[in-house]
């Protein structure tokens, strides 16, 4: 049997935006992968600053966002630990979930960034561990130059996606302000924004705009 090929996809979708869909979308296509794992981070501290959204709720937004897609799913291994999350600590929950759940079957892991977190990745906790069993797979994004950050031993493949600015910080800010995210964000992301008014979201928020 042929090794079953899975893409992580690390971030706190603080919400979930279109760039980080694409990104995936677009690696799951151009390496073949079976499937994408998208875990939004943990709570970085007991109650999140007003601009940020709980962990439940990242996670409920990104559930939401990739529901449609055959080849997505989400996992809670970073939401259920306690602490701040570690990718090396991701890598590690999610290996011995799939020897669990899929005794047997070889697994080839990817692991899927954008420019501006693989500009970092050398100072990740753990980083040898990281790329012993994993493939790296940097994504282009505007505003950011992708460049491999030279690690050894490392696989890292470099891949031009669709070019979308947007970023969390900008429907964070946009969300407050009363600007509107259609377009930016699935509609469903919309709908909880308003619904839990995440972000500083007025009771007559429209996210749609009008
Ligand atoms: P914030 O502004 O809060 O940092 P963000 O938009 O950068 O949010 P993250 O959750 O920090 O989103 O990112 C998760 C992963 O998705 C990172 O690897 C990041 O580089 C990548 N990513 C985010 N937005 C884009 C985009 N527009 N295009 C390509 N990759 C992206
Ligand atoms: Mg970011």
Same mark, same amino acid.
Request: hydrophobic residues 30%.
């Given at each position: 049997m042929t090794p079953l090929r899975i893409g992580i996809m690390g971030g706190?979708?603080? !919400?979930?935006?279109l760039g980080h869909l694409v990104a995936a979308s677009e690696v799951a296509h151009r390496f073949d992968l079976d499937e994408v794992i998208f875990s939004p981070t943990g709570e970085a501290y007991h109650k999140p600053a007003d601009d940020r959204a709980p962990a439940e709720a990242r996670y409920l937004m990104t559930v939401v966002a990739t529901a449609?897609? !055959?080849r997505f799913r989400v996992t809670r291994v970073d939401i259920d630990r306690s602490g701040p999350t570690y990718t090396v600590d991701t890598l590690r929950d999610l290996r011995a979930e799939a020897e669990r759940e899929r005794s047997g079957r070889q697994i080839e892991w990817f692991f899927i960034t954008g420019a501006d977190a693989l500009a970092e990745i050398l100072q990740w906790r753990d980083a040898a561990e990281i790329f012993e069993h994993t493939h790296l797979i940097g994504v282009t994004r505007p505003g950011h130059e992708l460049a491999d !950050?030279?690690?050894?031993?490392a696989q890292v493949s470099l891949l031009e996606v669709p070019a979308l600015s947007i970023s969390s910080t900008d429907v964070r800010a946009r969300v407050r302000s009363g600007a509107p995210i259609r377009y930016l964000v699935p509609s469903g992301v919309a709908h909880l924004i308003a619904k839990h008014r995440l972000y500083g979201a007025r009771s007559e928020y429209e996210p749609h705009g009008v």
């Open positions: 706190s979708f603080d !919400p979930i935006h449609a897609d !055959p !950050p030279g690690l050894p031993h």
